[in-house]
């Protein structure tokens, strides 16, 4: 119920940023990846100018060369993201949703991340090993209350929950993680699978708010190396806008202009 009421918080207020980050094309732009589309569906994925609920997906999407389209309710649908919610576009009145062929919506992340999975030959076919990647998806999402925390919260706010974050889920779940992963490559062995990507974000986000966080657990952050090597995947991560002032001010803001803050 705590993490449902977490999740509705969260949409409330990266509603509120949407309007400050409108005028950004920096924070939210058009992505595709040029390779041939032959045999794949047209792709649209509809979301808000931050780092959340959507790395994941895009992340694959350039690991397997699919193109897509990134952009936000007005750009999609004419509407800003309180009228799309509330005239019914929406299948379950959030975001992040995916538009495929220029038709159906489909919307949790969770839902489009499987969905990507598939299309890309991210998705075990063995029964187990998609029941383990499911496993490790769904601990990915035990840790994604680090995303308000690097993407909305500000001041008084964002040091309480910052500080209930780490003395919390990671507290619980970071050693577990790191143990989970072992001494392989990837989470189910030589090679990733969709629940490689999925777990990539919160511990990336992790690394981006308190990076001393993963010192105990050298082989996450191996991980973490391996996987933003990975063909298509890495081009995508060095180009995509970073996170800056997080607490303060937080926002995205282009790969250049995010180099330039860091050293003043």
């Not at 918080?9 to 924070?27: G, Q, Y």
């Not at 076919?125 to 998609?130: I, M, Q, S």
């Not at 990975?230 to 997080?246: I, Q």
């Amino acid at each position: 119920m705590m993490l449902a009421a977490v999740r509705w918080i969260f949409v409330a207020l990266l509603w509120a940023r949407a309007h400050a980050l409108a005028a950004s094309p920096s924070a939210l732009r058009a992505t595709s990846v040029t390779m041939d589309s032959s045999g794949m569906p047209k792709l649209r994925l509809v979301y808000f100018a931050v780092r959340a609920r959507a790395e994941a997906a895009q992340m694959m999407l350039h690991y397997a060369g699919i193109p897509y389209e990134y952009v936000n309710c007005n750009q999609a649908f004419g509407k800003s993201f309180k009228e799309a919610k509330e005239s019914g576009v929406l299948p379950l009145g959030t975001l992040p949703v995916l538009e495929i062929n220029s038709g159906t919506l489909l919307g949790q992340s969770g839902a489009i991340n499987r969905y990507i999975a598939k299309l890309a030959g991210l998705y075990p076919e063995n029964p187990l090993l998609a029941a383990q990647a499911v496993c490790i998806a769904d601990t990915a999402e035990d840790l994604s209350s680090i995303n308000p925390i690097t993407n909305v919260f500000r001041g008084d706010t964002w040091r309480q929950k910052s500080s209930d974050y780490f003395n919390g889920p990671w507290a619980k779940y970071g050693g577990k993680v790191s143990a989970m992963l072992g001494d392989k490559p990837y989470f189910l062995g030589d090679r990733p699978y969709f629940c490689d990507f999925v777990m990539y974000h919160p511990l990336d986000l992790v690394r981006v708010n308190k990076p001393e966080a993963l010192k105990p657990f050298p082989n996450l952050s191996g991980f973490l190396g391996r996987m933003e090597a990975l063909p298509g995947t890495s081009h995508y991560l060095k180009t995509r806008p970073v996170c800056v002032d997080m607490g303060t001010n937080p926002r995205l803001v282009s790969p250049e202009e995010g180099k330039a803050m860091a050293k003043k």
